[in-house]
């Protein structure tokens, strides 16, 4: 069984940075690709990185330049370092470990999410 933890969120103002983390238990990252999505309020869950095993990465373009994802395989963790953050960066932040990638490259989820962590930017 794969249990998913995400952490790290917070409440920051504009401009301020957060990084989250993720591990899991269950599945080794160092095997798979991972990703991670946010919903923010009244909207649907969205796309926002992802870490293949060769330690590429892949970025929404709403935050292409802002943030940055990591993987400590040692550690059975990835990390999101999000940088200048804006409002619109509000949301509920979900980890995905065990993804796959489409021909285009897009990043498939896996079933496999935690309960995710909060992440609010103040004006």
């Known amino acids: 069984q794969v249990q998913v933890v995400e952490s790290g969120g917070g409440l920051v103002q504009t401009g301020g940075s957060l990084r989250l983390s993720c591990t899991a238990s269950?599945?080794?990252?160092?095997?798979?690709?991972i990703g991670w999505y946010r919903r923010a309020p009244g909207k649907q869950r969205e796309f926002v990185a992802a870490?293949?095993?060769?330690?590429?990465?892949k970025y929404s373009d709403s935050v292409k330049g802002r943030f940055t994802i990591s993987r400590d395989n040692a550690r059975n963790t990835v990390y999101v370092q999000m940088n200048n953050l804006k409002p619109g960066d509000t949301g509920v932040y979900f980890c995905?470990?065990?993804?796959?990638?489409?021909?285009?490259?897009?990043?498939?989820?896996?079933?496999?999410w935690g309960q995710g962590t909060q992440v609010s930017v103040s004006n």
């Open positions: 870490i293949n095993i060769g330690n590429w990465p």
């Open positions: 269950g599945i080794t990252f160092s095997t798979t690709p």
């Open positions: 995905n470990p065990g993804g796959t990638y489409a021909i285009t490259s897009d990043y498939i989820p896996s079933t496999y």
